[in-house]
C-alpha cells in the first residue's frame, strides 16, 4: 500500500510502474482502503506479487562487494536515487 499526500508522487515513479504492483491511494481517500483491499481477489494480489519482480532491481543497494541478486550497479536504489 502506498499514501500519497496531495501533490505528492511515488517514490522512483519514473521508473517504477508502482499501480502495477501497489496499491496506491491518495491520502483524502484513505478511508476507502480496507474496502479495497477486502475487494481484491487473490489473483489480483498474486499478479501484483509477479509485477513487484521488475522493481526489485531498483529497490536493492549493491554493495562493495557485488551485487545482491545479479541487479548491474547501474540500476540498483542508489543510481535510481541519482537519476
Partial sequence: VMIL???EEAPF???LPWEKFALVVQEA????LPGKMFNMTF???MAMR??????LPRLLWSSIY???LGEGYW???F???LQ
Fill in 29 to 32: 481517500d484513505i478511508l476507502t
Fill in 43 to 45: 489473483e489480483e494480489i
Fill in 13 to 15: 515513479h519514473r521508473y
Fill in 75 to 77: 540500476q540498483d536504489a
Fill in 5 to 7: 499526500g496531495k501533490g
Fill in 79 to 81: 543510481e535510481t536515487s
Fill in 50 to 55: 509477479r509485477e513487484l519482480a521488475c522493481a
Fill in 66 to 68: 557485488g551485487s545482491f
